[in-house]
Nanobody
Framework: QVQLVESGGGLVEVGGSLRLSCAGS??????????MGWFRQAPGNEREFVAA????????RYGDSVKGRFTISRDNARNTVYLQMNNLKPEDTAVYYC?????????????????WGQGAQVTVSS
């Protein structure tokens, strides 16, 4: 069973930082074999693309609302993908999801990802 598990969410003040982790199941999902993405969804909103890192080259792409503040990275030895979030704003409050897709190209549509984690809540207080 393919499994992705997010951790690191929580409550933070405006301007603060958090780092989300997404660990792949060792037996079924090696993060270096997939293009990995982060999405978020706030109540009443559609799921929004946040960031992604490609499978082979490690190239990255970010949503406009997080450019310059968030950084996606991958640690193959730990089979984990990270999302470093700095200078957090109230509008960053959402459930954050990790996702994996088999093709090498980065995608911004959630429908193009094959596997999903259960989500991690991030709340930014003003």
């Amino acid at each position: 069973q393919v499994q992705l598990v997010e951790s690191g969410g929580g409550l933070v003040e405006v301007g603060g930082s958090l780092r989300l982790s997404c660990a792949g199941s060792i037996r079924t999902l090696r993060v270096y074999s997939y293009t990995m993405g982060w999405f978020r969804q706030a109540p009443g909103n559609e799921r929004e693309f946040v960031a992604a890192i490609s499978r082979s080259s490690g190239s990255t792409r970010y949503g406009d609302s997080v450019k310059g503040r968030f950084t996606i990275s991958r640690d193959n030895a730990r089979n984990t993908v990270y999302l470093q979030m700095n200078n957090l704003k109230p509008e960053d409050t959402a459930v954050y999801y990790c996702a994996a897709k088999g093709w090498d190209t980065i995608a911004v549509l959630s429908s193009q990802y094959d596997y999903w984690g259960q989500g991690a809540q991030v709340t930014v207080s003003s």
